[in-house]
């Protein structure tokens, strides 16, 4: 039973525009949303994180958006550039009320993400 | 600094032998992590140390698998008896821990060390 879902394998962009990935989980229990990016044999490399008491979290060129009631949460890239092609995981954890391990992070699939030159 | 990093990078093995995998985690990190990621999927926690606490176990798919950790440093995962499912990429992490629970500290991730079982 997989309770983050990543429904799209794969994405393919223009440079410049924006690319948009998405996350739905299935745990009410989940407070605390990441985004790791990861590179062909590489370890995935922390983006982005968004706690359930924010809506949106903004890192330069990177926005997380999280929308509790819809228990989906999406990664925007604007402007897209060909080093963003990668696989982007979506991953999440839960809060104390969940048996205290919230370092435990339970993963999505992963989309990958190519842009375009 | 350097980052986690893990030995070996590949590993070939036939079913039934045992494979030890190592974790050498950032300096300072007193958490410690280990992930599978088999073909197609995510990654699936399997244990977490942390400082002198009794580790978690939970995601330890069977008891032919084993992890150790001395004190704050190297840790290694040992899989016994392999099978053809063990096959997959097996990825360290390792961060800080906050003395505050609440708080969430960054895991950062090895490169991986990829198993093949034949």
């Known amino acids: 039973d997989q309770q983050v879902k990543q429904n799209s394998p794969s994405l393919s962009v223009q440079e410049g525009r924006i690319s948009i990935l998405n996350c739905d989980y299935t745990n009410s229990m989940f407070d605390y949303f990441l985004w790791y990016k990861k590179y062909p044999a590489e370890g995935p490399t922390f983006l982005i994180s968004?706690?359930?008491?924010?809506d949106k979290n903004e890192d330069g060129r990177f926005t997380v958006f999280l929308n509790k009631s819809a228990k989906h949460l999406s990664l925007h890239i604007v402007p897209s550039q060909p080093g963003d092609s990668a696989v982007y995981f979506c991953a999440a954890s839960g809060g104390l009320n969940s048996g205290g391990s919230n370092y435990k992070l339970t993963f999505g699939k992963g989309t990958l993400l190519t842009v375009n030159p | 600094g350097a980052g986690v990093s893990q030995s070996p990078s590949n590993k070939v093995t036939e079913k039934g032998k045992d494979v030890e995998l190592r974790c050498d985690p950032i300096?300072?990190?007193?958490?410690l992590y280990w992930y599978r990621q088999r073909l197609g999927q995510g990654l699936e926690f399997l244990i977490y140390?942390?400082?002198?606490?009794?580790?978690?176990k939970s995601g330890l798919p069977s008891d032919r698998f084993s992890a150790e950790r001395t004190g704050e440093s190297v840790s290694t995962l040992t899989i016994q008896r392999t099978q053809q499912e063990d096959s997959a990429v097996y990825l360290c992490?390792?961060?800080?821990?906050?003395?505050?629970?609440?708080?969430?500290?960054?895991?950062?991730f090895g490169p991986g060390t990829r198993l093949l079982v034949l």
């Open positions: 968004i706690s359930s008491i924010k």
């Open positions: 300096s300072g990190h007193t958490a």
């Open positions: 140390f942390q400082g002198n606490s009794a580790p978690d």
């Open positions: 992490a390792s961060s800080l821990a906050h003395r505050r629970r609440e708080l969430r500290e960054t895991q950062y």
